[in-house]
């Protein structure tokens, strides 16, 4: 589907799962690229959703991160060992 056109300069955990990615690279682009597709689950039905616009439009990149929920993949700057995890149905309140 995707494929890294450059090097990779850190690693980031995905559900504990290590994945390269590049520092400063959108999120979404990371786990695009490790074959990641699936960011979260709809509150209803639990459907799996992934990125669509990937410039902050359509919210179907959420996901946490360093257990915050309701961050925008697309949006979020990879640093280097980020943790970030899918966003399972509605957020809880913050
Ligand atoms: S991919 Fe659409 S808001 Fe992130």
């Given amino acids: ?4 056109s450059g090097p990779t300069d850190c ?6 799962r290590e994945i390269p990615a590049r ?14 597709a699936a960011f979260r ?3 209803v039905s639990g459907a ?8 902050g439009a359509c919210f179907d990149c959420l996901v946490e991160v360093e257990g915050v929920p309701n961050r925008q993949a697309c949006l979020v700057p ?16 913050l």
């Fill in 23 to 36: 520092a400063g690279e959108p999120l979404a682009a990371a786990l695009l690229a490790a074959g990641i």
């Fill in 1 to 4: 589907m995707f494929r890294r």
């Fill in 11 to 16: 690693t980031i955990a995905w559900e504990g």
């Fill in 48 to 55: 799996p959703r992934g990125p669509l616009c990937l410039m």
């Fill in 41 to 43: 689950e709809t509150p």
């Fill in 78 to 93: 990879v640093t280097p060992g980020m943790r970030a995890a899918p966003q399972r149905g509605a957020r809880g309140a």
